[in-house]
């Protein structure tokens, strides 16, 4: 099957576009998922939030000029089943030369056809830098869907409208006539103020179910992670902000229809007879510690009974 490609994209500054592209591709990843990460803005923060230095000559730069494969700057993360292109200053340059090549827009899209169209990664999620530039244009040609998040605050209405301007824009355009907003996420939601549930309350009016029914809580642990170059559910695993991205993966693996099924109660294999689980008990019970020792047995403590 070819790879869904998303990007997360809000030509509004630190509304949380690094931090859910890094944490949703971790958690998606930690669930048996192969995820590429791309890092298309020059800030490279994904690159540095998951753990890489920033390198010069190490971005998508020369991919996109004709120049290099796309598979010889693909680089692994620490991280199972999540590998990156990394991003760096000189990706900046990118903007300019790309300016004067033939079909610059749809640049990215031919780059990654054909790591696209092999079974290698299920999922390719992009990270937008803050502009509406040649770069992100290049994304949104190449991308099935595009992810919003919007922050919880007064403006974050403004910053969307222009969103779907460029979204029907590049629709109309013919040049990625089925892109879709496949959802809006509401981050560093904070419960305890009125305008966060007035905001989350307003945007829901406006695009109703294209927001995702979870909301990232503004927690100091996602900020803290990563200088640590560590996604959240490894950074702490155990925090709000760990649990609030595990459930925002799955209800984006669901929209995409990459959800695992939960078994049905009928599929779920019934527990051992009693008989059999006396049985299994009482073999279990005497281990030899060693064969070469005469009579040198050990006797476990009894499991509790179920
Ligand atoms: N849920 C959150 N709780 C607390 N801090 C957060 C949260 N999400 C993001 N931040 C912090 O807010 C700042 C901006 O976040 P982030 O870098 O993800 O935004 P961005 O949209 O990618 O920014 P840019 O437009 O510059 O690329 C960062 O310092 C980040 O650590
Ligand atoms: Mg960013």
Request: proline residues 7%.
């Amino acid at each position: 099957m070819p790879a869904i490609v998303i990007a997360i994209a809000n030509q509004k500054g630190g509304v949380g576009k690094t931090t859910t592209a890094v944490n949703l591709a971790a958690c998606v990843a930690s669930t048996g998922t192969n995820v590429l990460m791309i890092d298309m803005d020059p800030q490279a923060n994904a690159t540095s939030g998951l753990g890489l230095e920033k390198k010069s000559g190490a971005s998508i730069y020369g991919v996109l000029l004709g120049q290099e494969d796309i598979n010889s700057i693909i680089q692994h993360t620490d991280y199972d089943n999540l590998d990156i292109i990394p991003s760096e200053v000189d990706l900046c340059g990118a903007e300019m030369e790309l300016s004067k090549v033939e079909n610059h827009l749809v640049r990215l899209r031919e780059s990654i056809a054909p790591i696209k169209a092999t079974d290698r990664y299920d999922l390719i999620i992009i990270d937008c830098g803050p502009s509406l530039n040649v770069l992100t244009l290049n994304v949104f040609a190449a991308a099935d869907h595009l992810v919003v998040p919007l922050q919880c605050e007064y403006y974050a209405l403004e910053g969307i409208s222009m969103i779907t301007r460029v979204l029907n824009q590049i629709r109309e355009s013919g040049v990625n006539p089925d892109l879709d907003l496949l959802g809006v996420i509401m981050t560093m939601f904070d419960g305890r103020t009125r305008l966060s549930r007035q905001v989350v309350e307003e945007v829901r009016n406006h695009f109703a179910d294209r927001v995702f029914e979870t909301n990232i809580p503004r927690t100091t642990r996602l900020a803290e992670a990563p200088s640590f170059g560590q996604p959240i559910i490894y950074y702490d695993p155990y925090s709000a902000g760990a649990a609030a991205y595990e459930v925002l993966a799955q209800e984006l693996l669901e929209r995409l229809g990459l959800a695992e099924r939960a078994p049905e109660l009928d599929e779920v294999p019934p527990p051992p007879a009693f008989a059999d689980f006396k049985a299994a008990r009482e073999t279990a019970a005497v281990v030899p510690i060693s064969p070469a020792r005469e009579g040198g047995f050990i006797v476990p403590p009894t499991p509790p009974l179920l």
